[in-house]
Nanobody, 123 residues
């Protein structure tokens, strides 16, 4: 089992920045692909970014590429999502996710999910 706890959400004006954190526990962190998803009201959950454990390779959705950056600290069992140049359309609940398979994670079917943290961007 893996437990994921997100933090760092909040209210920010358009153009501002936020950094989300996700602390993982329960199994060796380095062997997991970690990712972020988001779900806006009335919309399906969508993939935002992922980072592989061993080599730190990253993948981003087109909607956030160039504005968001995902990183991880394997010593702290923590993954981060730095969000810059935020837009009102970034408003959503952001979820941390983990899976031993990068394909499983990026396809939206990870084994483990966090509880989510709200990000609201005002115009």
């Amino acid at each position: 089992q893996v437990q994921l706890v997100e933090s760092g959400g909040g209210l920010v004006q358009a153009g501002g920045s936020l950094r989300l954190s996700c602390a993982a526990s329960g199994r060796p962190f380095i062997y997991f692909a970690m990712g972020w998803f988001r779900q806006a009201p009335g919309k399906e959950r969508e993939f935002v970014a992922s980072i592989w454990g061993s080599d730190g390779n990253t993948v981003y959705s087109n909607s956030v590429k160039g504005r968001f950056a995902v990183s991880r600290d394997n010593a702290k069992n923590t993954v981060y999502l730095q969000m810059n140049s935020l837009k009102p359309e970034d408003t959503a609940v952001y979820f941390c996710a983990a899976d031993s398979s990068l394909i499983q994670l990026t396809s939206g079917r990870p084994d483990y999910w966090g509880q989510g943290t709200q990000v609201t961007v005002s115009s």
